[in-house]
């Protein structure tokens, strides 16, 4: 059993320290943190001023340096999720970030300013929803990984055995990492998505759970970060593992999803669809060895399952995998490519069915996890679906819904839940659950990746493809646009600041903060708003004659129109980008 973290705990505020108070049974431990030399020590509850400003807490997140020196983040509010083989899993919903600093008056008015950019940026970060922990079990493992282990590794904190892919706070736990004594108040969070449901089929009560990891290697949004990096780590990776507990038997399917791992960029510029970029230089037999030899030492077998069009401007990343894939020639790696659009258009969503007949076969090969009540295993799950559209979201999370409701079905099968030729699809009020439960898990993917809830959810919550879904993904795709290109950036940067791609330097003589902006960026929007105004202007005001009025139109519309094709040809100088991590160490 891992030594659990503290659950209770309490926050003294003194203008010297900060005391971090365990308040569970039997604990006399303080976490201390002195605020001008930031050293961190272990006290005990004696040690704590009674003068202190004392506040409850649920949990250290951990602590960020900034311009004006280093801050305490912790959580202040968090609603319970559920309980996972008796652990109480929590969503931590509100933060406070604290500084160890009492006055700015040691920066200047350029510094204040960039701290307060940065405060913004890291409290975008806390404000993003998703993010889970527990003061008792381990999420960043799936339950075959836990069945794996050593005497040893069940020995260590939650900190110490955490899948280090999955603890997004790991860049704030730096300090408290590096002392084992104080592990049990560092509680790693996870980023994702989870729900649990207390299902009944034919009388029979069951537990189903779905957990979404999000991966911190090669983190970030839509645009800014695609294909992988120089170690192998795919851009938007998701673990997600399907759960079921029935009568102390413990099943599970786990699926991965990740861009296309070779190294590619997709820069917004103002297009609705900006051209994918293959790099023309790059050792992408390097970068895709890399991470495929790392997924068959976690899960196995891969099985690929590409959704990209075959054509237009996402068939040369179809064929360049397909191409990686065969020059790879391991017999741990199996390949799909499967043209979602084309083959599901005019809404024949059912075609999918075409895909799940091809892989059936593989999927009843690589099997699923399972425990009987005594803890013995029964079956290991072999290998996995890696799937992956463009995003990795919207085509991505429709697929893996239904592979994932084929393998459990062979569980309650095997369970006895369900009875020899009944259909989980026949089980009215289950599949209303599995399928909210999905369509939410895409959503959470989706606006923690592209800004927006998923599309094509209609069909995942209730098994058609509908009008009004197609209208709500009209809609979240114009939303995508704007963010895409007008606050991505600022998002980008948030989440590097947050994982520590970027470490602020408050002797650096020149602010990446403080990046002028092309003339263009101003000059031209002015321009055509100008324009269009003085056209609509002509026309509402004519003239004694309308050739004069045609004229004056002409002109100004001309002028606005120019200007937009203008802006629209620059399209990249009028994008938010990033200004923390420089375009090369992302693309």
């Not at 820069?267 to 997924?295: C, E, T």
């Amino acid at each position: 059993m891992a030594a659990a973290a503290y659950e209770q705990l309490k926050l003294h505020i003194t203008p010297e320290k900060f005391y971090v108070e365990a308040c569970d049974d039997g604990a006399d431990d303080v976490l201390t943190i002195d605020r001008v030399s930031t050293e961190v020590t272990l006290a005990v509850k004696k040690d704590v001023p009674p003068s202190a400003v004392t506040r409850p807490i649920f949990g250290i997140l951990g602590t960020i340096h900034l311009v004006a020196g280093n801050y305490l983040v912790v959580i202040t509010k968090k609603i319970k999720v559920g309980e996972f083989f008796n652990h109480a899993i929590w969503k931590a919903t509100d933060f406070d970030v604290l500084s160890y600093k009492k006055t700015m008056l040691h920066l200047t008015d350029i510094q204040l300013q960039d701290n307060k950019t940065f405060l913004a940026m890291l409290n975008h970060v806390l404000s993003m929803d998703g993010f889970y922990f527990s003061t008792t079990y381990d999420l960043t493992h799936t339950l075959q990984r836990l069945s794996n282990t050593s005497p040893e590794f069940q020995e260590m904190s939650l900190l110490e055995r955490a899948d280090q892919r999955f603890v997004w706070n790991g860049h704030l736990l730096r300090e408290l990492s590096a002392q084992p004594e104080v592990h049990r108040f560092a509680l790693p969070v996870l980023h994702g998505f989870i729900t649990m449901h207390s299902c009944s089929i034919n009388g029979k009560y069951f537990d189903w759970i779905l957990i979404s990891r999000r991966s911190c290697f090669r983190a970030g949004v839509r645009y800014y970060v695609r294909g992988i990096d120089s170690e192998g780590h795919a851009a938007n990776f998701v673990e997600t593992e399907q759960i079921v507990h029935y009568n102390g038997n413990r099943a599970s399917f786990v699926q991965t999803r990740g861009s296309i791992p070779v190294f590619w960029s997709q820069r917004p510029n103002l297009k609705y669809k900006p051209q994918p970029q293959i790099n023309k230089v790059a050792n992408h037999m390097d970068g895709f060895q890399r991470h495929f030899d790392s997924q068959v030492i976690i899960y196995g077998k891969q099985v690929i399952i590409n959704l990209v069009n075959h054509k237009g401007s996402e068939k040369p990343l179809e064929q360049t995998f397909a191409k990686m894939v065969s020059s790879l020639g391991s017999g741990m790696i199996r390949y799909f490519a499967f043209d979602f659009h084309k083959e599901c258009k005019n809404m024949r969503w059912d075609r999918l069915s075409i895909l799940l007949d091809q892989v059936a076969e593989i999927q009843d090969e690589l099997s699923y996890f399972l425990v009987d009540s005594a803890g013995k295993v029964v079956t290991n799950q072999e290998g996995v679906f890696r799937s992956n559209c463009m995003d990795c979201l919207d085509r991505t999370n429709v697929i893996q819904s239904l592979l994932a409701r084929r393998s459990l079905q062979a569980q309650l099968q095997r369970l006895g839940v369900l009875h020899v030729g009944q259909k989980l699809e026949e089980q009215d009020e289950f599949e209303k659950i599995y399928k909210n439960a999905w369509a939410d898990n895409a959503n959470a993917c989706a606006k923690q990746y592209a800004g927006t809830g998923a599309l094509k959810t209609d069909f995942t919550r209730t098994g058609k493809r509908t009008r009004l879904g197609l209208i709500m993904d009209g809609c979240n795709s114009l939303l995508r646009y704007y963010k895409n290109n007008f606050s991505d950036g600022f998002r980008q940067d948030s989440i590097d600041l947050f994982l520590g791609n970027y470490s602020v330097d408050e002797l650096e003589s020149h602010s990446p903060l403080s990046v002028p902006r092309d003339w263009k960026f101003l000059a031209l929007p002015i321009i055509m708003v100008v324009a269009f105004s003085m056209c609509i202007i002509c026309l509402l005001m004519a003239g004694d004659t309308w050739t004069e009025t045609l004229a004056y139109v002409l002109f100004w519309g001309v002028a606005s129109i120019g200007t937009f094709f203008i802006i629209l040809y620059n399209g990249k100088d009028f994008v938010d980008a990033p200004r923390l991590v420089q375009k090369e160490k992302i693309d």
